[in-house]
């Protein structure tokens, strides 16, 4: 079992940063990829960006390409999503996944089926 709680969620204007904390219990967390997620109202559940168990390989969404950076740190248990040059578009509730299982699951993925533990999601509001 893992559990997964996020933080650093909130309020910002328009190109301004926020960064994302995910913790997680269980000690399956430092061989499972991760990936973070987020769904607006009315829209489907949409990639952000993933990270290998290692750390060594990262993929992110067009949207977000070259704005956000996640990163891991496996001695506490924390994967992190940095968002800089944030968007009124960017606004949503932000999910942390981990994979934990199932083929390759120490890749990054983007597939949201590939992740079998969510977190309780995370408000981020940006205004224009």
């Known amino acids: 079992q893992v559990q997964l709680v996020e933080s650093g969620g909130g309020s910002v204007q328009a190109g301004g940063s926020l960064r994302l904390s995910c913790a997680a219990s269980?000690?399956?967390?430092?061989?499972?990829?991760m990936g973070w997620f987020r769904q607006a109202p009315g829209k489907e559940r949409e990639f952000v960006a993933g990270?290998?168990?290692?750390?060594?390989?990262?993929d992110y969404g067009d949207s977000v390409k070259g704005r956000f950076t996640i990163s891991r740190d496996n001695a506490k248990n924390t994967v992190y999503l940095q968002m800089n040059s944030l968007k009124p578009e960017d606004t949503a509730v932000y999910y942390c996944?981990?994979?934990?299982?199932?083929?390759?699951?120490?890749?990054?993925?983007?597939?949201?089926?590939?992740?079998?533990?969510w977190g309780q999601g995370t408000q981020v509001t940006v205004s224009s």
């Open positions: 990270i290998s168990q290692s750390g060594g390989t990262t």
């Open positions: 269980g000690r399956t967390f430092s061989s499972s990829g």
């Open positions: 996944a981990a994979r934990v299982a199932g083929p390759g699951y120490w890749r990054v993925a983007r597939d949201p089926t590939d992740y079998r533990y």
